[in-house]
Nanobody
Framework: QVQLVESGGGLVQAGGSLRLSCAAS????????MGWFRQAPGKEREFVAG????????DYADSVNGRFTISRDNAKNTVYLQMNSLKPEDTAVYYC????????????????WGQGTQVTVSS
């Protein structure tokens, strides 16, 4: 079965950096577009970034554009989210997701989800 396992979350001070990883198994990774979403307490899950199956195209939420970078290594079946200049408002559980149809912002178009990794940014 498909598994997506996130790692790399933790506690960091404002202005710091973290790199999240999402290791995929049980699927032909290069055929899937990948996305990162996040969910803060009491809020809806929101799109952060997405990348096409080849890695040639990507999209970002306005709130993270210029600070976060999504990338993937299809040889390692892994997608990454490099997060720089972190802010307290970036605090959330971060989820990776896989889709055969989109690397965009619509949650319902993603077929598989990981369990999430907590990112906490202190002020």
């Amino acid at each position: 079965q498909v598994q997506l396992v996130e790692s790399g979350g933790g506690l960091v001070q404002a202005g710091g950096s973290l790199r999240l990883s999402c290791a995929a198994s049980g699927l032909t990774f290069s055929r899937y577009h990948m996305g990162w979403f996040r969910q803060a307490p009491g809020k809806e899950r929101e799109f952060v970034a997405g990348i096409s199956g080849s890695g040639a195209r990507s999209d970002y939420a306005d709130s993270v554009n210029g600070r976060f970078t999504i990338s993937r290594d299809n040889a390692k079946n892994t997608v990454y989210l490099q997060m720089n200049s972190l802010k307290p408002e970036d605090t959330a559980v971060y989820y990776c997701a896989a889709s055969t149809t989109t690397y965009g912002r619509i949650k319902n178009r993603y077929d598989h989800w990981g369990q999430g990794t907590q990112v906490t940014v202190s002020s």
